[in-house]
C-alpha cells in the first residue's frame, strides 16, 4: 500500500520567480473621501445581496480607518457594516446564495468558506483589488461585513492617522 | 504587548532579523530566559488587575509562542494561548488542563522547517494534541506529489513512498501575513477574536 506522508519545504528560489522579489509597487493618488465612498458604493452591494436573503437591519460603522499597504504614504481604506438578522433564510443559506451571486458579477470572484469555530464566511476580492470579508455569525444572529479598499497613494495634505 | 530585550537574530542596532542567525530561535535556553521575564511580566498584570474578572490570554507570533509556552514554565498561567504560526515549545513544557490552545497557520516557511523536524525538535502547535490547530488556504499554495524513491531533503524518505509536499510560492511573506492587517488576513484576525471571546 503506497504511504503518503504530508512534508513541507522552503522553496526560497521559488519565492524570488513567483514575485516575491519584486519592486515597491505604485498607487494612484486618492482623496480618503473618495476611496471610502467607492468601497461603501461596492459594500452597498454586497448588503443588498444579503437583504435578499435575509430580514435584516444593516448599521454601516460611520467611520473607518487606514491601513498600511507596501511603499511609502501607501495605504487602504477599511470600513464596514454589521447587520443584524431578524427572519429570512438561515445563516449557511445566505452565505451560500450571496456567494454564489457574488460570483456572478463581472470583475467579482467570490468563494464560499467556513471559520474555524464553523461559522459561515464569504470573502469576495475585485479585480481592482477591493476586498469584502462577511462572518455570519448564527449564534448572534450578527452578519458582520468587512470592507476594504484597493490601495491608493495618500496625498500630502492628509493625514493616516485618525478616523474618516 | 510584550517585547523585552532582543529576540532570536534580532539587530542590536538596526532592530532588524538576521537570518543568518535564526539558528537562535531554537535555543531553548535563551526561550526558558524570557519565558521568566514574560512570567514576571504576568505577576504584575495581576497585581495591577486582581479583583477585576479579566481573562488573562496570550498570543504569540512565530517565535513569540515559545517564550509564551516557557512562561508557561515559569508558572505564568493563561486562560486560552494562541499560537499565530508559532514555533514551538521547549521540552519541559506541559499543557496546563485549564488552558485553552489554538494554532492558526498558513502553509509558510516555518511550516516547511517544522515538516522537516529541524524546529524545537518537532515540539510543535501544528503537531502538538494540546493544541487546535487551524491551517489556512492562502493566495500561492500548492501541493507537489514527489515520486517514490525521490527524497526531497534527504531526510528519512524510504522507498515506496510517495511525499507530498504542502508549498506556498512565497513562503516568507506567508509567514509575516498572519501578524498583519493585511484584508487577506482578515478570516483569521476574525477567528482569534472568537477564540479568544
Given at each position: 500500500m503506497t504511504t503518503v506522508r504530508r512534508f513541507a519545504v522552503c522553496v526560497v528560489?521559488?519565492?524570488?520567480?513567483?514575485?516575491?522579489?519584486?519592486?515597491?509597487?505604485?498607487?494612484?493618488?486618492?482623496?480618503?473621501?473618495a476611496a471610502k465612498s467607492n468601497t461603501q458604493a461596492s459594500e452597498d452591494i454586497v448588503i443588498a445581496m444579503i437583504m435578499a436573503e435575509a430580514d435584516a437591519d444593516p448599521e454601516r460603522r460611520p467611520l473607518g480607518s487606514l491601513l498600511s499597504c507596501r511603499g511609502?504614504?501607501?495605504?487602504?481604506?477599511?470600513?464596514?457594516t454589521d447587520i443584524v438578522?431578524?427572519?429570512?433564510?438561515?445563516?449557511?443559506?445566505?452565505?451560500?446564495?450571496?456567494?454564489?451571486?457574488?460570483?456572478?458579477?463581472?470583475?467579482?470572484?467570490?468563494?464560499?468558506?467556513?471559520?474555524?469555530?464553523?461559522?459561515?464566511?464569504?470573502?469576495?476580492?475585485?479585480?481592482d483589488s477591493a476586498s469584502f470579508v462577511v462572518?455570519?455569525?448564527?449564534?448572534?444572529?450578527?452578519?458582520?461585513?468587512?470592507?476594504?479598499?484597493?490601495?491608493f497613494h495618500l496625498r500630502d495634505d492628509e493625514s493616516p492617522h485618525g478616523y474618516y | 504587548m510584550w517585547k523585552g530585550d532582543k529576540f532570536p537574530g534580532e539587530d542590536a542596532y538596526e532592530g532588524t532579523a538576521d537570518l543568518l542567525r535564526i539558528y537562535e530561535a531554537n535555543d531553548e535556553e535563551l526561550a526558558l530566559r524570557k519565558g521568566r521575564e514574560i512570567e514576571a511580566?504576568?505577576?504584575?498584570?495581576?497585581?495591577?488587575?486582581?479583583?477585576?474578572g479579566a481573562d488573562y490570554n496570550a498570543i504569540g507570533f512565530s517565535?513569540?509562542?515559545?517564550?509564551?509556552?516557557?512562561?508557561?514554565?515559569?508558572?505564568?498561567?493563561?486562560?486560552?494561548?494562541?499560537?499565530?504560526?508559532?514555533?514551538?515549545?521547549p521540552g519541559s513544557w506541559e499543557p496546563q488542563p485549564d488552558t485553552r490552545y489554538e494554532h492558526f497557520s498558513y502553509r509558510d516557511a516555518l511550516g516547511a522547517a517544522q515538516g522537516l523536524g529541524l524546529v524545537w525538535n518537532s515540539r510543535d502547535p501544528g503537531d502538538?494534541?494540546?493544541?487546535?490547530?487551524?491551517?489556512?488556504?492562502?493566495?500561492?499554495?500548492?501541493?507537489?506529489?514527489l515520486p517514490t524513491g525521490i527524497p526531497p531533503t534527504g531526510l528519512g524518505n524510504s522507498g515506496g513512498e510517495v511525499v507530498e509536499l504542502q508549498l506556498n510560492s512565497d513562503p516568507i511573506d506567508a509567514h509575516n501575513l498572519i501578524a498583519s492587517n493585511d484584508p487577506a488576513n482578515q478570516r483569521?484576525?476574525?477567528?482569534?477574536?472568537?477564540?479568544?471571546q
Amino acid at each position: 500500500m503506497t504511504t503518503v506522508r504530508r512534508f513541507a519545504v522552503c522553496v526560497v528560489a521559488v519565492a524570488c520567480a513567483f514575485g516575491g522579489c519584486a519592486a515597491m509597487p505604485t498607487y494612484q493618488e486618492m482623496p480618503i473621501a473618495a476611496a471610502k465612498s467607492n468601497t461603501q458604493a461596492s459594500e452597498d452591494i454586497v448588503i443588498a445581496m444579503i437583504m435578499a436573503e435575509a430580514d435584516a437591519d444593516p448599521e454601516r460603522r460611520p467611520l473607518g480607518s487606514l491601513l498600511s499597504c507596501r511603499g511609502d504614504r501607501n495605504y487602504r481604506w477599511a470600513g464596514g457594516t454589521d447587520i443584524v438578522r431578524t427572519g429570512g433564510a438561515e445563516m449557511s443559506e445566505i452565505a451560500d446564495a450571496m456567494a454564489a451571486a457574488a460570483d456572478l458579477l463581472r470583475g467579482w470572484r467570490a468563494s464560499r468558506e467556513a471559520s474555524a469555530f464553523d461559522a459561515p464566511r464569504v470573502v469576495i476580492r475585485a479585480d481592482d483589488s477591493a476586498s469584502f470579508v462577511v462572518t455570519l455569525d448564527a449564534k448572534e444572529n450578527v452578519i458582520r461585513v468587512d470592507s476594504f479598499s484597493p490601495c491608493f497613494h495618500l496625498r500630502d495634505d492628509e493625514s493616516p492617522h485618525g478616523y474618516y | 504587548m510584550w517585547k523585552g530585550d532582543k529576540f532570536p537574530g534580532e539587530d542590536a542596532y538596526e532592530g532588524t532579523a538576521d537570518l543568518l542567525r535564526i539558528y537562535e530561535a531554537n535555543d531553548e535556553e535563551l526561550a526558558l530566559r524570557k519565558g521568566r521575564e514574560i512570567e514576571a511580566f504576568q505577576r504584575g498584570l495581576l497585581a495591577a488587575t486582581r479583583g477585576t474578572g479579566a481573562d488573562y490570554n496570550a498570543i504569540g507570533f512565530s517565535w513569540g509562542l515559545a517564550g509564551i509556552a516557557a512562561a508557561e514554565v515559569a508558572g505564568a498561567r493563561f486562560h486560552t494561548i494562541v499560537s499565530l504560526a508559532g514555533a514551538g515549545m521547549p521540552g519541559s513544557w506541559e499543557p496546563q488542563p485549564d488552558t485553552r490552545y489554538e494554532h492558526f497557520s498558513y502553509r509558510d516557511a516555518l511550516g516547511a522547517a517544522q515538516g522537516l523536524g529541524l524546529v524545537w525538535n518537532s515540539r510543535d502547535p501544528g503537531d502538538d494534541p494540546a493544541f487546535t490547530s487551524h491551517v489556512y488556504e492562502h493566495e500561492g499554495d500548492f501541493t507537489m506529489l514527489l515520486p517514490t524513491g525521490i527524497p526531497p531533503t534527504g531526510l528519512g524518505n524510504s522507498g515506496g513512498e510517495v511525499v507530498e509536499l504542502q508549498l506556498n510560492s512565497d513562503p516568507i511573506d506567508a509567514h509575516n501575513l498572519i501578524a498583519s492587517n493585511d484584508p487577506a488576513n482578515q478570516r483569521i484576525l476574525d477567528d482569534v477574536k472568537a477564540a479568544l471571546q
